[in-house]
């Protein structure tokens, strides 16, 4: 079948998997074109493997460290009717690579906020790698059983510039204050309860090496965002996260001589980001700024970065008065945030084009979709079915 690029907001309704291909092999010819690390993690489990941060991660680790690898994911395969999700793609076509390579490399697919789906990693973990000595924390889902994210300011109504991604239409909208029920619901989904609840599981089971690191993701920002973002439903949320870090740093410490530790991160075109209200716009800017600086990264470069000049030097591993690990140092540069205000103010439908990135943005979008690779025919009939070799389903 021929597949065609549909996207509506941020949603893929149609994935192309050549083009997730070629995606995933561009990130892997990225990391090994990079000095070889002087050490690095050697079995690996990802919660969160398939897209964005953790995709990136589950790379870097692999091919630059040459780690056994177990990634856990939510996706969906292809059927009747519908090309898999651009996660299956990457996974399958990650797998691929890896065991061209002699990696190991093993997958498990479900809601990873279930007890289910933990108990299926542990047994995956115990019969494959053994105790792993890095477990990220990369999961950015929308609910966790009754629990519904919500991306809104607290105690007022944050008004700002958004754009259309379709149109490129730039105009002001406004979001509601959070009630105190969204308040409670984004806390548990992308708060630290649910990683805490994967690392005492690990640790219980005797599956975390001596020394072992564990890493969550998260995101400051722009303080032109802070009342939608930071103090915003997300804001109590990440604050959760970083609470549950210092506990669980605390714990692991006396317990396994580990590490737990927050990293945060630039910000990046993915299917998530985009589907947070002003990011996109925002997101636009910060490219046109930092590519002209040239401090421009995405995922496979911040975290390229992370594990060779952060996590994996030989010394101690440097944080902030926080405690967290800072990569986003190149984005919040005060004169990249100058700019980016300045712009922000300026901004229009008129003069997107000129001022931003929206195109640079729009097309990344789409490469993650697996549309817009260059080395693609999309007028080719192609099979949406594609599995992922450690899987027992097609």
């Known amino acids: 079948m021929q597949i065609q690029r549909r996207i509506r907001g941020a949603v893929c309704l149609s994935v192309h998997p050549q083009g997730c291909d070629e995606h995933v092999r561009e990130q892997i010819a990225y990391v090994k074109s990079q000095p070889p690390p002087a050490r690095g993690p050697r079995k690996v489990l990802i919660i969160g493997a398939s897209t964005g941060y953790g995709l990136a991660s589950r790379i870097t680790t692999a091919f630059c460290s040459r780690a056994d690898t177990v990634g856990v994911f939510f996706e969906r395969p292809a059927d009747d009717e519908r090309t898999a999700s651009a996660g299956w793609y990457n996974s399958a076509f990650f797998e691929e690579e890896a065991r061209a390579e002699g990696l190991n490399a093993w997958s498990l697919n479900g809601d990873a906020f279930t007890e289910e789906v933990k108990r299926q990693t542990l047994e995956l973990v115990a019969k494959r790698t053994g105790p792993v000595d890095l477990v990220i924390y990369s999961l950015a889902a929308p609910r966790r059983g009754q629990f519904t994210s919500s991306l809104r300011p607290i105690s007022q109504p944050f008004t700002g510039k958004t754009v259309n991604f379709q149109t490129g239409q730039v105009y002001e ?27 005492t599981a690990l640790r219980d089971a005797g599956l975390l090496a001596r020394g072992a690191i564990t890493l969550a993701y998260s995101y400051i920002g722009s303080p032109a965002l802070a009342a939608i973002y930071r103090k915003g439903t997300i804001g109590m949320a990440k604050e959760h996260l970083e609470a549950t870090a210092r506990v669980m740093d605390d714990e692991l410490a006396k317990a396994i001589g580990g590490r737990a530790i927050v990293a945060v991160n630039k910000a990046v075109v993915t299917l998530a ?66 700019k980016v205000s300045e712009l922000f103010a300026q901004v229009t439908t008129e003069n997107l084009p000129q001022l931003s990135d929206f195109e640079g943005y729009r097309k990344e979008l789409s490469r993650i979709c697996g549309f817009e690779s260059p080395g693609v025919n999309y007028t080719e009939d192609v099979d949406p079915r594609v599995r992922i070799p450690s899987l027992a389903q097609p």
Not at 299 to 325: H, K
């Open 173 to 199: 909208t406004t979001v509601p204050p959070a009630t105190e029920e969204e308040i409670r619901g984004t806390v548990a989904v992308m708060g630290g309860e649910d990683w805490q609840l994967w690392i």
């Open 273 to 338: 980001s985009a589907a947070i209200p002003f990011v996109p716009l925002y997101i636009a800017l910060l490219y046109k700024v930092m590519k002209d600086r040239g401090s421009h990264e995405g995922c496979i470069e911040q975290m390229n970065r992370l594990f060779r000049e952060r996590l994996y030097t030989g010394g101690p591993i440097p944080v902030d008065e926080a405690g967290r690990i800072r990569i986003d140092e190149r984005e919040l540069d005060p004169a990249v945030q100058e």
